[in-house]
């Protein structure tokens, strides 16, 4: 294991005490103050009105769906009827909201001047996993053995955050990296790059 110098273990301490634990619903709203990132969560049908208690169910069908809580945990948790959550998930919580609410806070995190103090975003670290699974997926290409895998690539840069995804044509662009070194489609570099967001400026 790696000495830690004594003053680093003393700034790390000095640094931990100054950031308070929040529940993580206090994080969320405070992120959102920040970012407005759960406007970015639309009706599917093109619901305009947003009622006052959008927010509070949006934060708690996100919470519910990304732990083991669920949405039935949630409910009793929060206090929230579970058909309002239910009903607040189908309706506003969808692959493309996600996906424009990442865009939101990792273009907000890349725009704070502390970001640039962890590196230049250059530098990255990428794990890349295979999922068995059964049956057909158009996200599972078929493996060796006759078996079809999902491929799933986590990226962090040394920025300390995901990356952002450059135009089309970039040669670091990581959707063109997974065409010339796994051989894909652009639509399969696209599907199994899930970590990847979309830079919008």
């Known amino acids: 294991m790696e000495d830690v110098p004594s003053e680093a273990?003393?700034?790390?301490?000095?640094?931990?005490?100054?950031?308070?634990?929040?529940?993580?619903?206090?994080?969320?709203?405070?992120?959102d103050r920040h970012t407005s990132f759960l406007d970015c969560f639309t009706h599917a049908g093109g619901k305009q009105a947003r009622s006052p208690q959008l927010k509070k169910s949006l934060i708690a069908c996100l919470i519910g769906l990304s732990t083991n809580m669920g949405l039935h945990g949630m409910a009793s948790s929060c206090g929230i009827p579970y058909d309002v959550l239910a009903w607040t998930a189908e309706w506003y919580i969808r692959e493309d909201t996600l996906r424009k609410a990442n865009i939101c806070l990792v273009n907000?995190?890349?725009?704070?001047?502390?970001?640039?103090?962890?590196?230049?975003?250059?530098?990255?670290?990428?794990?890349?996993?295979?999922?068995?699974?059964?049956g057909k997926s158009i996200t599972a290409p078929l493996q060796a053995m006759r078996r079809s895998a999902i491929r799933v690539i986590d990226i962090t840069q040394d920025v300390q955050s995901l990356p952002k995804e450059e135009r089309i044509g970039d040669p670091n662009n990581m959707v063109t990296v997974l065409e010339h070194h796994e051989h894909l489609t652009r639509?399969?570099?696209l599907a199994v790059l899930v970590t990847s967001v979309v830079d919008t400026r």
Do not use: C, K, W
Request: charged share 20%.
């Open 108 to 134: 907000y995190h890349h725009r704070l001047p502390m970001t640039a103090m962890f590196g230049s975003g250059t530098l990255s670290s990428s794990d890349g996993q295979r999922f068995p699974t059964r």
């Open 187 to 189: 639509h399969q570099a």
């Open 9 to 31: 273990e003393e700034l790390h301490g000095e640094l931990e005490r100054m950031l308070p634990n929040l529940p993580i619903a206090s994080l969320l709203v405070e992120m």
